[in-house]
Nanobody
Framework: QVRLVESGGGLVQPGRSLRLSCVVS????????MGWYRQAPGKQRELVAI???????NYADSVKGRFTISRDNAKNTVYLQMNSLKPEDTAVYYC????????WGQGTQVTVSS
């Protein structure tokens, strides 16, 4: 059974940084395309960033230049480094893994507020 566990969310002031982590267990991590999604209150879940097993990445326009996704295959972990955070980044952030199946974590709340 594949399990994804996110951590690193919290309350932060605008302009500050946070790093989210997602540990994957129960499968061959290196074969997965990993992604971070987010869902703000009253809005649909949206893609933030993805990273494939080769290391290639793609980002939503709203986070380009501020967020960085990375992966450590030895630790079965994907990260999302979020810099220059804005109030509009406030959302529940979800880790996603996809290969033959699609799997989600439970989400971690990120609140950007002064």
């Amino acid at each position: 059974q594949v399990r994804l566990v996110e951590s690193g969310g919290g309350l932060v002031q605008p302009g500050r940084s946070l790093r989210l982590s997602c540990v994957v267990s129960g499968s061959i991590f290196s074969s997965y395309t990993m992604g971070w999604y987010r869902q703000a209150p009253g809005k649909q879940r949206e893609l933030v960033a993805i990273i494939i097993n080769s290391g290639s990445t793609n980002y939503a326009d709203s986070v380009k230049g501020r967020f960085t996704i990375s992966r450590d295959n030895a630790k079965n972990t994907v990260y999302l480094q979020m810099n220059s955070l804005k109030p509009e980044d406030t959302a529940v952030y979800y880790c996603n893994a996809r290969s033959a199946g699609i799997y989600w974590g439970q989400g971690t709340q990120v609140t950007v507020s002064s």
